[in-house]
């Protein structure tokens, strides 16, 4: 070989008309990602004929919660909302992100964060009706299915206009917003903890912490006890939501 012969053949030169007519034809098989995997055909949640959708509601605890919380005299879960048919999923994802594992104050570096215990180990708490209520019907529209309540929607309204309807009926009762009070303060120094202090979230990308949110979805309540009195709530605010027929039947 000649020291200006300095090319790379990836496919070997053949005299034979046979061989470099073979090499000029296109592949037999294209390089594409292939069609398009076959669509979901049914949803459990969606009624496209009825033109409606049920929302899932749920609560979550976790022991770090319950740990935090407990030296304050209060008890507290998280309330959730969402479009996903097996709540687990989310709370899967709040174990994924340690949801609300840090305390502290949002301009402090992570490093000065406390870190609280536990935080991760979140589970589902069920929801059940009373068997000793003399009534146990949940209002029309209404379903408690494994132990989530599903709702059923509009078609045309999102997941997330229900999320704020519901968060912003809970808002008297959100664990950050007594924290800020006088008397959230006060209980936060009974424990020595800092009174400015909020519980927070570490949100994570490719293994770095790229920020930390305040966590907003705790409340003061208790999901079993309180579920007559939260079920009767939502049956009210999320009446202009739910379909005229289910409104109807609440109404006769």
């Keep these: 070989?000649?020291?200006?012969?300095?090319?790379?053949?990836?496919?070997?030169?053949?005299?034979?008309?046979?061989?470099?007519?073979?090499?000029?034809?296109?592949?037999?098989?294209?390089?594409?990602?292939?069609?398009?995997?076959q669509a979901v055909l049914s949803n459990r949640l969606v009624d496209a004929a009825g033109g409606t959708h049920r929302v899932v509601i749920y609560s979550a605890g976790s022991r770090g919660l319950a740990n935090f919380i407990r030296p304050l005299g209060l008890t507290a879960y998280k309330l959730g909302v969402t479009s996903a048919g097996d709540a687990q999923r989310r709370v899967v994802d709040l174990r994924r992100k340690h949801y609300g594992s840090l305390f502290g104050?949002?301009?402090?570096?992570?490093?000065?964060?406390?870190?609280?215990?536990?935080?991760?180990?979140?589970?589902?708490?069920?929801?059940?009706v009373d068997p000793a209520k003399e009534r146990r019907d949940l209002p029309p529209g209404f379903f408690l299915r494994n132990g989530v309540l599903e709702v059923e929607i509009r078609l045309d309204v999102p997941v997330e206009t229900v999320d704020q309807a519901v968060h912003a009926m809970m808002a008297e009762r959100a664990l950050d917003a007594f924290l800020?009070?006088?008397?959230?303060?006060?209980?936060?120094?009974?424990?020595?903890?800092?009174?400015e202090g909020v519980l927070l979230t570490p949100y994570t990308l490719m293994y770095e912490t790229v920020r930390i949110s305040r966590v907003k979805e705790l409340y003061l309540?208790?999901?079993?006890?309180?579920?007559?009195q939260l079920v009767?709530?939502?049956?009210?605010?999320?009446?202009?939501?739910?379909?005229?027929?289910?409104?109807?039947?609440?109404?006769?």
Aim: aromatic fraction near 4%; proline fraction near 13%; include cysteine.
């Design 221 to 228: 309540y208790r999901p079993q006890l309180e579920f007559p």
């Design 105 to 128: 104050r949002l301009d402090q570096p992570i490093e000065a964060l406390e870190t609280i215990e536990q935080a991760d180990e979140w589970a589902l708490v069920p929801w059940q």
């Design 1 to 37: 070989m000649s020291k200006n012969d300095c090319t790379i053949n990836t496919i070997p030169i053949s005299t034979t008309p046979k061989a470099e007519e073979r090499s000029h034809q296109p592949a037999t098989t294209p390089v594409t990602f292939g069609p398009p995997p």
């Design 180 to 195: 800020a009070t006088t008397e959230g303060k006060a209980r936060l120094r009974a424990v020595r903890r800092d009174p």
């Design 232 to 252: 009767a709530c939502l049956a009210k605010i999320l009446a202009p939501l739910m379909p005229a027929a289910t409104k109807s039947a609440e109404a006769a």
